[in-house]
């Protein structure tokens, strides 16, 4: 099982590093040089993840009646040719056709997929094997940041997605097809076992998990984007602001091994409340940021540390409440609500702020719905009644 979670976790780092984080540093040239505004940039970028939202839950069920190895490596595939399509773009019409196929690649080689794969060949390691592959995946921003930069003042942007087109068809798709053991159907129970997507069809708490996790991935997404804005406009110089922010991927590598380590003896739903009340802490200790100092330090821990394991939490407490069995589909259902708040949040929050609310009066709001998250994961959670 380690030489697959540690293959996937090389798969992870780049595909989330080419597929997501690559646009904060090339987009501002790919702006300049195609002539484009920021504003139809990301909505271009949105488009994709919407397209991810949609194509969620076929991936999932492709997986369960499949196996992983074929959906992962048609994402290489996609992530491929996405990346070549975004390098090759003299214009807005191709940008756009290659953030769409991104969005495609997205539902099929992100977290989601590689969960559910995990969930066929892990057996009873499943949560350790989730917990360990986030960790890789937690250096994405941290390894693929630096290096879009590098590769961008040495060779330009579109040689560098170029390059990340040749890594995702050279390094990745081997990754999936040769690591990724092929998927034996299992033989039929005597006593068959419910899958979980069956289950969880039919039980009224799956809407309030669905909530949960798009409310929380909603709030992540806010901070995602305007962490920056938000730090500077609290205080902090640009470069405190860039520091601070910097802390978020070892700050979720952090927060996911001590989950690893607790992971024996805590329940996952258990970590998930804990990780909701962190989400609202860092909510409330930024709002009550007035530059560099310990109100900041509260707010990057809990933030980094909240985000890092709700990560483990969205793959680790379906299993826990409905089981493993055609877990592609559950996970697939629960992907595209996330997925679809992931594409409105910056947009939404922007429209806050656009509407006159001040940058307090906004992130209120945003503990207002964080407290709703919690919520609902409470109700998700709780005990099914006969």
Partial sequence: MGPLVAALGVAQIISWGTLFYSIGVLGP??????????????SAFTAGLIVSAVLAPLAGRMIDDRGGRLVLSTGSVLGAVAMALLACAD?????????????????????????ATLGQHAGERYRKAVTALTLFGGFASTVFWPLSLLLMEAWGWRATLGIYAGIHLFVCLPIHRGFVPAYLRPAPREIPVESASAAAARDPRLPWLALSFAIATFIFAVMAVHLITLLTSAGLTPAQAVTVSMLVGPLQVAGRVIEFRFSARVRAVTVGIV????????LVALISVQGFGIAAVVFIVAYGVGNGVLTIVKGTAPVELYGREQ????????????QFAKAVAPAAFSGLLAIGLTRNA????????????????A???RKRTP
């Fill in 91 to 115: 214009g807005p019409e191709l940008m756009v056709a290659g953030w769409l196929v991104a969005g495609a690649a997205m539902a099929a080689c992100l977290y989601d997929p590689a969960f």
């Fill in 362 to 377: 906004a992130l209120g709001a945003l503990v207002a719905v964080g407290f709703a998250g919690l919520g609902s994961f």
């Fill in 327 to 338: 877990l592609g589909r559950l996970l697939g259902k629960l992907g595209a609500a996330s």
């Fill in 275 to 282: 990780a909701f009340s962190l989400m609202l802490l860092s």
């Fill in 29 to 42: 040239a790919m702006r300049r040089d195609l002539g484009v505004s920021e504003l139809f940039l990301f």
């Fill in 379 to 381: 109700l998700a959670v």
